[in-house]
T-cell receptor, first 111, second 116 residues
Framework: SQQGEEDPQALSIQEGENATMNCSYK?????LQWYRQNSGRGLVHLIL?????REKHSGRLRVTLDTSKKSSSLLITASRAADTASYFC???????????FGSGTRLQVQP | DAGVIQSPRHEVTEMGQEVTLRCKPI?????LFWYRQTMMRGLELLIY????????DSGMPEDRFSAKMPNASFSTLKIQPSEPRDSAVYFC??????????????FGDGTRLSIL
């Protein structure tokens, strides 16, 4: 079953703008991960944040984690047309190795 | 280094037929996961293995589904008999668990299965 909802379900922005996606979850976690999926392809890992971390950066990506609110956000700065894809958050529950995925956000970046 | 390799990429078959999906993990990865993606249910875990041993098969929908990992280089997901509601994209993913739980999973490109 899906862990929770992602918000928004779809997002359309212009190239150069920032994109923010949010994710909620329900359980106690080891970590939270973000993945990108281009149409017709598999998921590609973007970034992992551990349960004891609050913020992490990787290139144009910034992830925050609030374990008290059981929520996370992914910020993509200075977006590019190539960022157009679906983005999924996934949680790894404490004591497990499998991931539980959110419902995903479809991001469209207009050139 | 080659990624996770899945075959076939596409499979179209008639209801009642047996379907076998295949996965070759990244060399050295000791965890292997099978996920299914549909519009209605999103991405959901079916089963996962550690060192070729099934750890959690609670996501396998019913007895028509079975998965095996006879060795560290190969896994299969079998559906017998297949039904139209099994139509979905099936993903295999692997990870290096020896480095601890905080590791990414690496996904194959999936098998798009259509049951007519």
């Amino acid at each position: 079953s899906q862990q929770g909802e992602e918000d928004p379900q779809a997002l359309s922005i212009q190239e150069g703008e920032n994109a923010t996606m949010n994710c909620s979850y329900k359980t106690s976690i080891n970590n939270l991960q973000w993945y990108r999926q281009n149409s017709g392809r598999g998921l590609v890992h973007l970034i992992l944040i551990r349960s004891n971390e609050r913020e992490k950066h990787s290139g144009r990506l910034r992830v925050t984690l609030d374990t008290s609110k059981k929520s996370s956000s992914l910020l993509i700065t200075a977006s590019r047309a190539a960022d157009t894809a679906s983005y999924f958050c996934a949680t790894m529950d404490t004591g497990r190795r499998a991931l539980t995925f959110g419902s995903g956000t479809r991001l469209q970046v207009q050139p | 280094d080659a990624g996770v390799i899945q075959s076939p990429r596409h499979e179209v078959t008639e209801m009642g037929q047996e379907v076998t999906l295949r996965c070759k993990p990244i060399s050295g990865h000791d965890y292997l996961f099978w996920y299914r993606q549909t519009m209605m249910r999103g991405l959901e875990l079916l089963i996962y293995f550690n060192n070729n041993v099934p750890i959690d098969d609670s996501g396998m929908p019913e007895d028509r589904f079975s998965a095996k990992m006879p060795n560290a280089s190969f896994s299969t997901l079998k559906i017998q008999p297949s039904e139209p509601r099994d139509s979905a994209v099936y993903f295999c993913a692997t990870s290096d668990g020896e480095k601890g739980p905080n590791q990414p999973q690496h996904f194959g490109d999936g098998t798009r299965l259509s049951i007519l």
